[in-house]
């Protein structure tokens, strides 16, 4: 069985790795007739094209900063970051794993044997995330009027901002993909329009006490998916060094999809192979990598300069609240 582990201690690039593990993948595939590494190749390709043609990365950045300099005229009092990334390949390799255990153990449970291979390619088709922008706002006390509580000021608006979102995007090639209701409760301040599009764990959040506002764009210029997500500074803080950060949430993720005595070993090669993969990158040692532009003293300290852990930046941009800096240019 390949697995990316494998691949990490050659002092390779990101991309050589990628490229060999997915050939690899695809060629052990067509001998054993393995359908779903067969996809999992073409999942891995597919973040390597993300990885090299930054002409649509440029197009797409320079479209989302148009409501970056959009937000810094009409908010000027606030404080915000503009965030994009491309999803690491070791959470991305995670992810693809983990949704292949996931899925077969949830239909084994219910039904008592295992999903078709249709069934199971078909819950693989939805990644959305693999590019990702984040909005992070704040209300300077400063500005804030007597008598007002910063952070219910600060909820407004961002609601604000995201009923302006959609369409200012949808203006310039993106198409929103309506989402799921997070709950049957009405989502007040998002305006009927928009409303359907997105996930809301602001009004209905998570268990571990996760907040942000979710919406999923197709790039038609790009081709390709691209996640926004919308917080305040507080939420953000929350998410990143707070109980709902997400080394702490995927680890937790990985946990409950460790449903290794459930499938019996044997009974079904895709849930043996993605299961031993995720437990395989739970392992990690990151300081014993070799790969090139990204080096770590241990599983905390780590100095990634490719993308290969924490993913790669693409869009870095901050306003400081006006009176502070008036430069959006």
């Known amino acids: 069985m390949k697995k990316l582990n494998d691949y990490l201690y050659r002092g390779d690039t990101v991309l050589k790795i990628i490229h060999m593990y997915a050939e690899d993948l695809k060629q052990a595939a067509k001998e054993t007739n393995n359908e779903i590494d067969l996809l999992h190749g073409d999942f891995l390709l597919q973040i390597a094209e993300l990885l090299q043609h930054n002409q649509f990365l440029t197009s797409q950045s320079q479209r989302i900063r148009e409501f970056y300099k959009y937000m810094a005229d009409k908010y000027p009092f606030l404080a915000f970051t503009f965030k994009g990334r491309i999803k690491s390949l070791v959470r991305a390799e995670a992810k693809f794993n983990g949704y292949i255990v996931e899925h077969i153990y949830e239909y084994y449970i219910k039904h008592g044997n295992y999903p078709s291979i249709h069934e199971l390619k078909n819950n693989l088709n939805c990644f959305r995330d693999l590019i990702a922008y984040r909005i992070v706002i704040s209300l300077p006390k400063c500005h804030l ?28 090639g993106f198409t929103a993909e309506p989402a799921p209701a997070t709950s049957k409760e009405k989502l007040s301040l998002l305006k009927d329009e928009v409303q359907p599009y997105y996930r809301d764990y602001v009004m209905n959040p998570e268990l571990s006490g996760y907040r942000s506002l979710h919406i999923t764009f197709y790039d038609n210029i790009a081709k390709c998916y691209v996640e926004v997500q919308i917080r305040t500074k507080e939420m953000d803080d929350f998410a990143e060094i707070g109980p709902a950060n997400h080394l702490g949430y995927e680890k937790k993720q990985e946990s409950e999809r460790a449903k290794r005595d459930a499938i019996p070993k044997g009974e079904n090669v895709y849930f043996d192979d993605a299961y031993e993969r995720g437990i395989m990158l739970q392992q990690l040692k990151l300081s014993e990598l070799d790969v090139n532009m990204f080096s770590a003293v241990d599983n905390s300290l780590i100095n990634d300069g490719c993308g290969l852990y924490r993913g790669r930046l693409i869009l870095p941009y901050e306003h400081l609240s006006r009176f502070q800096n008036d430069i959006i240019d």
């Open 145 to 172: 009027k007597e008598g007002a509580i910063s952070s219910e000021e600060e909820v407004k608006y961002l609601y604000d901002i995201a009923n302006n979102l959609l369409g200012f995007l949808e203006e310039r």
